[in-house]
Structure formats: C-alpha cells, structure tokens
C-alpha cells in the first residue's frame, strides 16, 4: 500500500470535522472514565477479569476489525471476487466456535494473564520466552500496519502530511490505553464497533444503487472477470485457475484450518478480550457472540470492493492510477455527501485505532508481564509493574511508528497480514493444539515445535516462493501453502523431539491437557447464565451452521 491516488482527496468541511472532534472527544473521555477502576496490574491488563460478555464479545470483533481489515478486505474483494467470503466463513467462524467451545475452558481455568503463559505452564520456560518474544514482535508489526495504513488514507483524503496523522493516531491510542489500560481500549472498541459499522453500511448501500443493483453488477463483473469471480468455490479444482490462484485443498487446509485457527485461538490481541470476561461463560461465549456480527461484515467490505471493481473496470491494473486499497476510498469520494462523509472519515479512524489499540494492549501485557516481569525484574511490588505497563505502552506506540513502513512493498495490506500470521500464528497454533490433546508431548517439544514452524514458513515464503523454485499463482496463495508447511514442520518436529525427550509429569498437567481435570473446574454459573439463549454449545453451532447456508448463494 505504498499510495493512495492522488484524485481521491474528499471534499471535506467543518461539520464532518466536528464529528470528528466530537468522536475523538468521547474516545478520550471513556479513558479518563475506566481510569477510575484501574488500580493494579490485573485492572490494567486484564481489566480486574470483570467485564461482561456482550462488551467483551463486541470488542472481540472490533479488535480485528481495523483499517487493514476494511480496506484490505475491500482491496481483496476487488481483486478476487467473491472469494474473499472464505475469509469469514471458513477462516473465522469455525475457529472463532473452537476457542470458544474448547480453548477458552483451559485459558481461563489456568488463570494466565497471556496466552504465551500458557506455554509456560504446558511446557517450559525456553518455549514461555520464544513464544513471548515472537508475539510482542508480530504484534508491534501489526499495529505499524495500521498506523501507516493510516498515514496514507489521511494524507490522500484530507491532505493531512502523514506525519501528522500518525502522531496524531499514535497520540490519541497511546493517551487511553495508558490512562485507561484494557478496559478504556474495550470499551473504545464497542464504540469503534458502531462507528465503523455506521462508516460501512451507506458505503454499501449506496454503492449497489450506483451500480444498479447485485444483479447488474454481478453480470458487469462476470463479463469482465469470468463466472468463477462471483462465485466462492468456481474454478478451486486441483490445476484449475481461479481468481485467488488457490485450490479448494489450499483454502481448506491452509486458510481454514492452518491460519484461521492459528490467529482467532492464539492472538492474543483477540483472547484477551475473553479473558477480561467476568466469568468462564462470559469468557466462552465472547468470541461465540463475535462470530455473530463477523458472518454478516463480510458484505459490508466485499460489496465495496466489488462496486469499485465495476465503476474502475482496470482497478489494480497498470492501465490505472487506483490500486486495490483504493476501493473503498474512491466509494467515500464519489458517493457520500458532506456529515455522512464526516461519520465515514470516523469510522475509517475508529477502525484504525481499534486494530491498533489491540495489538499495543497486548503487547503491553505480554512484555511487561512475560517478558519484564518473569526474566528481567523479579518480586517487586505490583505498582511497579503497574507503571512499567504504563511505559511500555508508550515504547510500544513509538515502535509501531518505526515498523509502520515494513507494509511499503505490498501492494494488498491483506496479504501482508495474513504472511505475517503464516510465520507467528500458525507455528504457537500446532504447539498448542498438539500439547492441549496429547500428555506425552515433552517440556522440550514446545520450544522446537515453534522454532521448525516459523523457519519452515518463512522459508517457503521467501525462498521457495519468491525465489521462483515453485510457481505460485500469488501472495495469498503462498500464504496458504506456507502456513500448511509451517504447520506440518511444526508437528513433525514435536513428535520427534518428543520420542527422545522426557515428558511433563502428568500431575502437573492438570487443566492443561484435554481429558484432565482442573482444580477450578466447578465453577457455579450465575442463574442468568443458565438461560437457554445463552449455551455456548448452541451459541457455537448456530454460528456455524449460519455461516454454512450463507454459502449456498454463492456456490453454485
């Protein structure tokens, strides 16, 4: 995403700035507001383990629905079709289901502060402190991306200069999550949530009007693009072209189960929303009740991206100035009028701070208290750690800020994203999902499962792939196949190493391991809990079978 066209500066005037101002008050406000309920590092980090599931659920869905989900969603919309909808109905719902339904009862009961705590106490420290450190990386890269995905929207649509725009971001982020810690970023992202959705929905509306309905625009495309392009599954055959250049094994395999479960079980910018749940129901059903609003969003991003497709038939293309992430802007220029306009320009804002305030309020917890406190600083008082939280927090936005422009040479941010995932994700996925189900995998497993994932990945990505050893059709493909590799290696590695090494004594696997039994397992539900609506089992498995019919439009 390295510009944005020049053409796309928005006719902005002084009430879409108010609305601006008047969100960038509230955002504020609401830090200064949970400044009252943070008085220890538990408060700051993981918001007392107080919050209830709807807020919960809501910020869960608004973490990952940055900017880079926006435009990059859109950008893929317009580049591949409808194919993008694999993205929500088989590379989140289900493994949104399976942390819900599965993960979160050993997260919880284990009473860790981060999911790389959890590796500590399945394996050892050496896999607590790659894992650690691999996290706090990927997460700083993520929130750079947000922020100079910002940078370039600002600049080409008010003609802010990008250094104000990301000082100003950086500043507003950095301001309350520091005064505010979790619960001032939760709460910010249920609002974000809102706005966002209040930003996407006339930007759909709209647009299908411009383009005379789905119907014509789905004729206009098929003749541009060919039949398969409107649909999710034509042309996926093992050999056959398709937009995505992936087959139905690559986009199972690698996105639906490889990379999905990798990012939506162990990001922890994402479950640590859950665990700032009130109790193990409100924890279980927080990415249950996300899973609701992410079937639908997908409409609100593809649409977009399909409208601008047909209004700019050579989008993306080198006969155009406009690329991809263009979509969604050039919607903003040619469709909105001034306030609505206003709320659009908001939400694109809300939607990059939520993207980036979730991965910088994980970061936080993850240095400071698996990094910091566990191997540098030792027993010191929890005010110490409380302040050193504060502190990393602003070490983590300047970071971010110096990461921002890693995303420069891709011209999908998506893409970028998810070749982040195949390296970080994907390899503490198959450490977890082996050392959850199986007692005998060793203390030693862990560290060399993660180590032979990330190397494999990345290897078939910049060696295999890019050096041209194997002819990929693109980026996401390639992603696909190196999050399978990545996979693969990694649990390959950790049955050998296991063969060889000594395994963790089974006592102290209790509540770690499928089939053991934890010590805080009897945990009364409260007597609203019990309500029929409110099962995690019939949460999940609705969530699942909506995702399924909402296939069949789109598959013939």
């Keep these: 995403m390295q510009t944005l066209a020049e053409g796309l500066r928005l006719p902005t005037n002084g ?7 008047i969100y960038f008050a509230v955002v504020l406000g609401i830090g200064f507001m949970a400044r009252a309920s943070v008085k220890t590092s538990l408060d700051f ?26 435009l990059g969603m859109a950008a893929t919309g317009a580049q591949y079709g409808v194919a993008v909808v694999h993205w929500y109905w088989i590379g989140a719902i289900p493994a949104m289901v399976f942390l819900g339904l599965v993960m979160m009862p050993f997260y919880y009961r284990s009473k860790v502060r981060s999911v790389p705590e959890f590796l500590l106490q399945r394996f050892d420290r050496s896999a607590h402190l790659l894992s650690s450190v691999l996290f706090a990386f990927a997460a700083i890269l993520i929130a750079g991306v947000n922020l100079y995905a910002l940078s370039i929207v600002v600049e080409a649509l008010l003609g ?7 000082v ?55 003749k541009q693009h060919g039949g398969d392009f409107m649909t999710a599954w034509g042309g996926t055959g093992i050999g056959d072209a398709n937009p995505l250049g992936a087959n139905w094994l690559t986009i199972i395999l690698g996105l639906g189960f490889v990379l999905s479960f990798g990012y939506w079980t162990t990001n922890f910018a994402e479950v640590q929303r859950a665990l700032s749940a009130k109790n193990l129901s409100a924890a279980k059903r927080t990415p249950l009740i996300a899973a609701f609003p992410k079937i639908f969003i997908v409409f609100a991003v593809m649409i977009p991206g399909l409208v601008a497709a047909v209004i700019v038939p050579k989008i993306g293309t080198p006969d155009s100035d406009l690329t991809y992430n263009d979509a969604i802007p050039l919607l903003m220029q040619e469709l909105l009028p001034n306030g609505v306009l206003g709320i659009a320009v908001t939400g694109l804002l809300a ?15 993850v240095f400071t208290t698996d990094i910091w406190q566990r191997y540098v600083v030792k027993d010191k008082p929890d005010t110490y750690y409380l302040r050193f939280g504060r502190l990393i927090t602003a070490i983590g936005v300047l970071a971010s800020i110096g990461t921002a422009f890693i995303a420069a040479s891709f ?15 994907v390899p503490m996925f198959v450490v977890f999902i082996i050392g959850m189900f199986w007692k005998r995998a060793s203390m030693k497993s862990g560290v060399w499962g993660l180590v032979a994932g990330t190397a494999a990945a990345m290897i078939n990505y910049f060696w295999i792939y890019k050096g041209g050893i194997i002819d990929i059709p693109s980026d996401q493909g390639a992603n696909f196949v190196s999050a399978i590799v990545g996979f693969v290696a990694g649990a390959v590695v950790m049955v050998v190493v296991t063969l060889f090494t000594a395994p963790k004594p089974e006592a102290e696997l209790a509540g770690l391991v499928y089939g053991t039994e934890s010590p805080s397992s009897d945990e009364e539900l409260e007597e609203a809990d019990r ?9 999940g498995w609705g969530a699942i079978v909506l995702a399924a019919a909402c296939y069949i439009p789109y598959s013939f």
């Design 15 to 21: 009430l879409d700035y108010a609305i601006l101002a």
């Design 531 to 539: 309500a029929w609506y409110r099962k995690p089992a019939l949460l």
């Design 411 to 425: 011209s999908n941010i998506m893409s970028y994203l998810q070749t982040l995932f195949s390296f970080f994700n």
């Design 351 to 365: 939607a990059f701070m939520a993207g980036m305030a979730a991965n910088v309020s994980s970061f936080n917890t």
């Design 160 to 166: 802010w200069p990008q250094w104000v725009a990301i």
């Design 168 to 222: 100003v971001a950086g500043l507003f982020v950095l301001v309350y999550i520091t005064i505010g810690g979790l619960s001032s970023a939760i709460y910010n992202e249920v609002l974000q949530f809102f706005v966002i959705l209040a930003a996407l929905i006339p930007l759909t509306v709209l647009g299908l009007k411009r383009v005379g309905g789905w119907d014509a625009m789905s004729d206009s495309l098929t």
């Design 45 to 70: 980090f993981l918001s007392g383990r107080s919050l209830p599931a709807w807020v919960t659920g809501l910020a869960f869905v608004a973490a990952n629905l940055g900017a880079t989900e926006i």
